[in-house]
């Protein structure tokens, strides 16, 4: 008789897999009705400057990841979450064809001395076992990630893959690279 276990045993790891957008971005999908993609709206009638922010995900060969899924959080305008009137947080995917992504939001606050502004992004795509963690950090910042104290455990020659540079008035540019010579600096949740 096979011994008997109490303890629950950890399933086989999965990738976000194909099927990603069905639950997450269903309209992306193609699938309209009872299903609403929730997170499209990040700041709501928030006040705040306006921006957005545009990128692609890109793979160790450095073709674009068209199936990822990018969740955003972040502070209000005053360096607060959960502010009311206020998500904090949405998703965005990238255009099936092109891969480029793209959301608007409004510029956050820094959420305590000494820490720059920033987002904060979940990164899910196929291939990925366990979503990605990173930062986004404003390029036109420069005094304040200089003082980041996260920023500030990046290497040097690494902290550029974590800064968004200014793509025109009020908008950033921000690739996320998979893997590779570029590869986006990732933290452990």
């Known amino acids: 008789m096979a011994e008997r276990s109490d303890r629950l045993r950890e399933t086989p790891s999965q990738t976000a897999g194909p099927y990603v957008h ?21 700041a709501g009638d928030a006040q705040g400057a306006r921006i957005t922010v545009s990128g692609r995900v890109i793979d160790g060969k450095g ?20 502010a009311e009137g206020f998500r904090g947080w949405g998703r965005v995917i990238p255009d ?5 992504w793209r959301f608007d939001t409004i510029r ?4 305590g001395p000494g820490i720059a502004p920033h987002l904060t992004l979940w990164i899910v795509a196929r291939g990925i076992n366990i979503g990605l963690h990173t930062r986004l950090y404003f390029g036109d910042e420069g005094a304040a990630n200089d003082a980041d104290p ?6 040097d020659g690494r902290r550029g893959t974590l800064i968004a ?8 540019r921000f690739d996320i690279h998979l893997q590779g010579e570029d590869e986006t600096v990732f933290f452990d949740a």
């Open 165 to 172: 540079a200014p793509d025109g008035p009020d908008a950033y």
């Open 108 to 111: 956050p606050g820094s959420t």
């Open 22 to 42: 069905i639950g997450l971005a269903p309209t992306a999908a193609g699938i309209d009705g009872a299903l609403a993609d929730l997170g499209r709206e990040i």
């Open 63 to 82: 073709a674009p990841v068209a199936d990822a899924l990018i969740e955003v959080w972040q502070a209000d305008a005053a360096g607060r979450y959960g």
């Open 150 to 155: 996260v920023l500030a455990l990046v290497p």
């Open 96 to 100: 099936f064809e092109t891969g480029e």
